[in-house]
């Protein structure tokens, strides 16, 4: 159901939205390059202190209404159509998009978005079975390490949460997407990832960075961790391209 932190915030019919843009690549994880349009989704049920989506959320900053205006899900439709929607992939991101799940404006935007539609979400809620039939990928982002700093473990990770998305994973309908500033935070997902079955070829650590230099730090220091588990690592092209 819709969060009890975000009821009756947003009409019913509407969604909040922070920005549509595109076509730029796909900058993180296993479709890294392909061609996307991005609708970022207002509000989210974490805080994490290094998020680079703040005015999605965080209302200390930010006044919401402002920063994420709600829109029908036609108006939204067209405009994804007009940067890139039509040409086969549309990310819908936050915030935490799959807050708005059973929404009715949720509904009408997944079925009328033309082509392929990727969820990316922190992983604390299951997709029901309208969204897991409709979406063709997941990128799920646990919070561990600085992005955790902020929330307690229990509102973070939720244990069936997660053995849902593994399931997913191993249908190759979903990819585990692990933020880490040091070999520390490289072996807390490898816990995380051991304790909830989550098959090692559909996990991908993405260094901790807000630009390509910070990025790039981190990633020397973590790659061979990286590679010692086994996992995929991440970029974050939009930062190397300076596009969004
Ligand atoms: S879950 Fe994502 S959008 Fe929400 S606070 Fe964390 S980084 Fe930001």
């Not at 994490?48 to 439709?77: F, G, H, M, N």
């Not at 990310?91 to 935490?96: D, K, Y």
């Amino acid at each position: 159901m819709t969060s009890p932190q975000i009821a009756g915030t947003v009409p019913e019919d509407l969604l909040p939205v922070q920005e549509i843009f595109g076509p730029v690549p796909q900058g993180e994880g296993p479709y890294t390059g392909r061609a996307s349009c991005f609708i970022r989704l207002g509000r989210c049920n974490l805080h994490c202190p290094p998020c680079d989506s703040k005015r999605t959320w965080d209302t200390s900053l930010y006044d919401l209404a402002q920063t994420c205006p709600p829109r029908s899900a036609e108006d939204i439709v067209q405009t994804a159509g007009e940067h890139g929607a039509r040409s086969g992939l549309t990310v819908v991101s936050g915030g935490e998009p799959l807050l708005w799940q059973r929404t009715a404006a949720w509904q009408q935007m997944l079925s009328e978005l033309p082509g392929d539609v990727h969820i990316e979400t922190n992983g604390t809620i299951s997709p029901n079975d309208f969204t897991a039939g409709r979406v063709a990928h997941f990128s799920v982002s646990p919070k561990i390490g600085r992005m955790a700093a902020a929330d307690p473990a229990k509102r973070r990770i939720r244990t069936a949460v997660l053995a849902d998305f593994a399931g997913l994973a191993q249908q190759g309908k979903a990819a585990f997407k692990f933020v880490a500033a040091d070999d520390g935070e490289v072996e807390e997902a490898a816990q995380l990832v051991r304790e909830s079955l989550i098959p090692h070829d559909r996990v991908w650590i993405m260094p901790l960075g807000e630009d390509d230099a910070a990025w790039t730090a981190a990633g020397r220091g973590i790659v061979k961790q990286v590679m010692d588990h086994g996992f995929n690592f991440s970029g974050r092209l939009h930062l190397t391209l300076g596009v969004r």
